[in-house]
């Protein structure tokens, strides 16, 4: 069996009961990166055997893994943060599983999308998710313009070394929308920013923004009513 274990985005209590289980019952785990996901299973005082599992090698390491699984093996899939397969490896393992009919288990847990979509306080019933922002900039404005247009909630994540640019480019295509910003989510230093773009830009200029960042992004309609409200905002 393929166990897809999702794990802490970055509260490490955050972790499920049944999550622990099934790690602690697998014969053997595929990491995105065994290092950290060696810090996670020593804090859970777990000792399984690791396969690495990521972006370079997941294209011809899934048919060894599948082998396995045919042959008896559980299998935990983990990344180093959130459900796998969202924006992380794991998509191709889990289809090739699929098409070759073996028993695949998801569990449910943490995930950054969901946590900052709800954090935002924008509508949550309809939404998009566009994964990384791309890196050229072009592609990125005519990202950025698509999600301003949408009639949803859209989110991305971006790296704190482009949030900078990115805000720039919503401040020229959308400058009265009103955004959110979700930094550290989970974390001590966790943060939640709702402004308009020019606003959070001048902010992350005086503090440069570290870690893991996702982008809300409301529709048009809802940003108006946000505004509305803006007095008594926390």
Not at 208 to 222: A, F, L, N, R, W
Request: with cysteine; net charge neutral; aromatic share 6%.
């Amino acid at each position: 069996m393929l166990s897809v274990v999702p794990t802490p985005i970055g509260n490490r209590q955050d972790i499920t009961l049944r999550a622990v289980e099934v790690l602690k019952s697998a014969d053997l785990i595929a990491a995105e990166d065994t290092r950290h996901s060696g810090l996670l299973l020593q804090y859970l005082g777990i000792k399984k055997p690791f396969l690495s599992l990521h972006g370079h090698n997941e294209s011809f390491r899934c048919d060894d893994v599948a082998d396995r699984i045919a042959s008896g093996t559980h299998v935990a899939l983990i990344t180093d943060a959130g459900m796998p397969g969202i924006s992380d490896p794991g998509y191709r393992l889990i289809k090739t599983c699929i098409d070759r009919a073996l028993p695949v288990s998801v569990l449910p847990g943490p995930s950054a999308v969901l946590t900052a979509l709800v954090g935002s306080g924008f509508p949550c019933d309809r939404f998009f998710f566009g994964g990384f922002l791309p890196v050229k900039s072009g592609r990125r404005a005519n990202e950025l313009t698509s999600a301003a247009a949408r009639g949803e909630t859209s989110i991305y994540f971006e790296s704190p070394h482009r949030i900078l640019k990115t805000l720039a480019a919503l401040n020229e295509i959308c400058p009265q929308r009103r955004v959110c910003i979700a930094r550290e989510l989970t974390k001590k230093f966790e943060e939640y920013r709702r402004d308009t773009p020019s606003a959070l830009l001048e902010h992350f200029e005086k503090h440069p923004p570290k870690g893991e960042i996702t982008i809300v992004i409301p529709t048009e309609s809802t940003s108006a009513i946000v505004d509305k409200d803006s007095e008594i905002e926390p």
